[in-house]
């Protein structure tokens, strides 16, 4: 089974469509039967703010107080039993991407503009998609 764990925080969460589209994909990734994780930098109401999701498991600052580490990201994948080596992590974040690498895990940063691409790249990502919705394609 697949684990797909999103660097999310408030930011993606601000415009209604980007909403729209990350309860869309995380929805998408439960009903193809992957597990699905959220490692955010803000505290657990930025999950609250998801309508209609399930997921598997939250690292936030307020239960991690660095929830974008190697550490914790390898701590959440204990706690909701997944293993590394079938785990995508996604981060639009060069720091983000960084921790999903060291944690020893797929990752894949997210980007629009060609400058996010570039940084992402260079912080280790083999593979940066533009829209949260392309997920479910990446880690098919």
């Known amino acids: 089974m697949r684990t797909v764990i999103l660097d999310i925080g408030r930011d993606n969460l601000a415009d209604p469509d ?25 505290d657990h109401r930025v999950v609250v703010d998801l309508e209609r999701v399930r997921l598997d498991g ?16 390898l701590g959440l994948l204990l706690r909701i039993g997944a293993n590394p080596q079938d785990t995508t992590f996604v981060s639009g974040r060069p720091d983000g991407v960084r921790a999903g690498m060291d944690a020893g895990v797929e990752t894949i940063g997210i980007g629009p503009a060609m400058q996010d691409v570039v940084d992402l790249r260079k912080a280790g990502a083999g593979r940066v998609v533009s829209h949260v919705t392309d997920i479910v394609a990446a880690v098919q």
Do not use: F, H, Q, Y
Not at 19 to 35: A, H, I, P, W
Not at 61 to 71: A, G, H, M, Q, V
């Open 18 to 42: 980007a909403r729209r589209g990350v309860e869309d994909t995380l929805r998408m990734l439960g009903t193809l039967g992957s597990k699905v994780g959220i490692v955010s930098g803000d």
């Open 58 to 73: 939250v690292a936030c600052s307020d239960n991690d107080p660095e929830p974008r580490t190697p550490k914790a990201i």
